[in-house]
């Protein structure tokens, strides 16, 4: 079946009492065994029996089977936030002494988790260039646990070859871990292109109108080790698992994936063509515009849409400010890929604790604004940035 079929239809893991349609959220936190025997495999992980909604929960696993089914993943694991997500499958593969080559270009707070959380605690990281294939490899060493990256950074718009870093990895048998939450799973393969471990907000595309929290590691099984970790250690310890009743409104989101994502795509294109006649945006960033530094790669990696984020520049800091403050239908939020359009100023928000030093090194501009282009009418969305921007 194509994808947006099995995004609908994944069959549940037990027939249904009641001949339900949608799979049943179970709100639960224990499970009762018909025999002692019963309940010590289930704990033991010698059969799929739910054992405690902290370790596993039916309907998570239904959600889990879903995002399986549609991207041929050897494991898949559904956490509470895509925070958590990062965070387990880092810690399946980071200690004490390692390292992770990664990219300065990368979300404010994976780099306050990489730098300030995960070092306390003896992980070192190093932040170079990913462009550069040769500074990656120099940058590979034997304590090296991963390659980490964004496939699209936010708010950079950088573009990474993914072939040429898995290339240097899989030399070192190392993991490379992407983030691919820009570019939904349902349109291109990270599997394809050497990824070998995928981390998704599914707070985002997925859940379908910012209905819920959640996050994903997509494990495709070259590194057994992942799955051991996550599976038998940290959902134990860490206790991040997904909420039964989010990952029945993530279930019920990616029924209709692909249809969003391809309208917020195509709004996204159009909306960004048309900026560039605007006199004061200094310019505009966005993938699938033709003449964009990293248009041609990301055509190759992710195929013909480029996601339903832009950035634009603008003079300065305070022409972001007044801008945002005049917007009347774009909100003035955080989060991407919601329904509705969203515009936030990410130097002084989601890059605000960080110095200037730090952003500079970050490559986060006082005067870039970024844009989450929802499902609303295409011309209704530029008269609205068309005015914001002539407002005194």
């Known amino acids: 079946m194509k994808n947006q079929t099995l995004a609908i239809h994944t069959s549940f893991q037990r027939e249904d009492a009641y001949g339900a349609l949608g799979f049943p959220v179970y709100h639960t936190a224990a499970y009762e065994f018909p025999n002692a025997k019963a309940m010590a495999d289930a704990f033991c992980g010698r059969t799929q029996d739910p ?11 239904y959600f889990e089977n879903k995002v399986k089914a549609l991207t041929c993943a050897a494991n898949v ?17 980071t200690a004490a002494g390692k390292n ?8 404010g707070n994976t780099v306050a988790l990489m730098k300030g959380t995960l070092g306390r605690f003896g992980l070192e990281t190093r932040s170079v260039d990913l462009l550069d294939l040769e500074r990656v490899k120099a940058s590979v060493d034997e304590q090296t646990a991963c390659i980490y990256l964004e496939i699209i ?35 291109f393969s990270a599997k394809d292109l050497g990824v070998d471990v995928e ?26 080790n992942v799955n051991r970790v996550i599976r038998y250690e940290l959902i134990s310890n860490l206790g991040a698992i997904m909420t039964p009743h989010a990952a029945y409104m993530q279930t019920i989101g990616l029924e209709t994936l692909d249809a969003r994502y391809r309208v917020q795509a195509q709004n996204a294109l159009d909306l960004a063509k048309r900026l560039r006649s605007l006199p004061q945006i200094t310019y505009v960033n966005y ?9 041609e790669i990301s055509l190759k990696q992710f195929g013909p849409t480029a996601g339903g984020m832009i950035t634009i520049d603008l003079a300065d800091k305070q022409a972001c400010f007044n801008f945002i403050n005049h917007l009347k239908l774009i909100r003035r939020a955080t989060n991407l890929f919601d329904n509705k ?11 605000g604790p960080f110095s200037g030093s ?5 490559d986060v501009k006082d005067t870039t604004i970024r844009l989450s282009i929802g499902l609303e009418d295409v011309d209704d969305l530029y008269e609205d940035v068309k005015q914001a921007l002539e407002a005194e």
């Open 51 to 61: 054992d405690y909604s902290r370790l596993g929960n039916p309907s998570v696993t």
């Open 77 to 93: 694991f559904a956490f509470n936030t895509g925070m958590a997500a990062i965070t387990n499958a880092l810690m399946a593969v």
């Open 100 to 107: 992770v080559v990664t990219s300065n270009h990368l979300f």
């Open 153 to 187: 950074t936010n708010p950079q718009m950088e573009v990474a070859d993914l072939h040429g870093l898995s290339e240097i990895a899989h030399e070192h048998n190392i993991p490379l871990i992407a983030d691919t939450t820009m570019i939904p799973f349902t349109v």
């Open 199 to 224: 981390v998704v907000s599914s707070t985002k595309y997925i859940s379908g109108g910012a209905t819920s929290l959640g996050g994903l590691v997509i494990d495709y099984g070259r590194f057994p």
């Open 287 to 295: 993938t699938g515009l033709e003449d964009n530094p990293f248009h």
């Open 341 to 351: 359009s969203l515009a936030i100023h990410p130097a002084s928000t989601i890059f």
């Open 358 to 362: 730090q952003r500079r090194a970050m």
